[in-house]
């Protein structure tokens, strides 16, 4: 194995699927939520190692809008995370064969989600972490793999909701560099427009958010007290970043939290 690649966790990921030895029990987790697992389904959701944990509310908001459209989805009580933090020394050091077996790991491990899939009747796999996307992309080519927002594009109806509210698309400037597979947005875009009434001021990404520059240019730019995210990451530093002494809170949203709150206004 190169030596910019940590052992130690790789075999972490093989042994328990996760990056980080205390990560909570998936399927107790799950059950908690009250998002299914492990059923015959015809989509299933890759969260990511660290999403569920992390965003819970946003999954069950996204397990909302897909249980009203009456969308075929499972979970996994056991996902192999697909090995993204074993990339960064390689992406660091630029070394190309590192960054090469580090691509090798990955299908090693997204393989495993696929089988599991197979096994249930899934038909595709809906990626709802954003550094898993090109990852999965370009590990299974083959497979029949999408970014979440089209799922929900698929999931929703026309409706009308007069707001205007802040997108932040985000740069994926890393994720390129795991794989060179674009996010696919379109599916943003489609859900938007279903929203008779929505006014979208879109923020662009000249910077990483990670970076102090980048996180300073998102939240200055903000122009409403509604921000939306389809990026995992985006969100994070959203959330990190914002002020804590407003008037008015920000109100920071997943785009699948966004979309379950007009539904339910809608169903009013």
């Known amino acids: 194995m190169h030596t910019l690649i940590d052992k130690e966790t790789v075999k972490l990921i093989r042994q328990t ?17 009250g998002l299914p697992c492990d059923q015959p389904a015809e989509n299933v959701i890759v969260t990511g190692c660290q999403v569920l944990p992390g965003l819970p509310k946003a999954l069950q908001a996204l397990a909302r809008v897909y249980d009203r459209a ?11 995370c697909c090995g993204n933090n074993v990339y960064r ?12 077996e580090c ?29 898993c996307y090109p990852i999965y992309k370009h590990a299974l080519p083959e497979e029949d793999i999408v970014f979440y927002p089209t799922t929900l ?5 026309p409706m009308e909701h007069e707001q205007s ?14 794989a060179p597979v674009p996010m696919d947005l379109k599916g943003v875009k489609k859900v938007f427009s279903k929203i008779s009434g929505l006014d979208v001021h879109s923020i662009s990404a000249p910077q990483c958010c990670y970076k102090p520059e980048g996180a300073a240019h998102m939240m200055g730019s903000v122009k409403t007290r509604t921000m939306v995210h389809v990026c995992t990451g985006c969100y994070f530093q959203s ?8 008037q008015e809170p920000l109100n920071i949203l997943m785009l699948s939290e966004f979309i379950d709150n007009l539904q339910k206004e809608n169903e009013q």
Do not use: W
């Open 103 to 131: 691509q090798a790991l990955s299908r090693e491990f997204v393989e495993k989600n696929l089988l599991k899939a197979r096994e249930l009747g899934a038909r595709r796999l809906v990626i709802f972490c954003s550094p």
């Open 17 to 33: 699927g996760a990056t980080f030895a205390n990560a909570p029990n998936r399927k107790t987790l799950l059950e908690e939520l």
């Open 89 to 100: 020394p390689a992406i660091k050091a630029r070394d190309q064969d590192a960054l090469a």
């Open 239 to 246: 959330l990190m970043n914002a002020p804590q002494n407003a």
């Open 153 to 157: 594009d698929e999931c929703v109806s």
């Open 165 to 178: 509210v802040d997108y932040y698309a985000g740069c994926y400037r890393l994720h390129k560099k795991f």
């Open 70 to 80: 009456g969308f075929s989805y499972t979970f996994l009580s056991e996902e192999y």
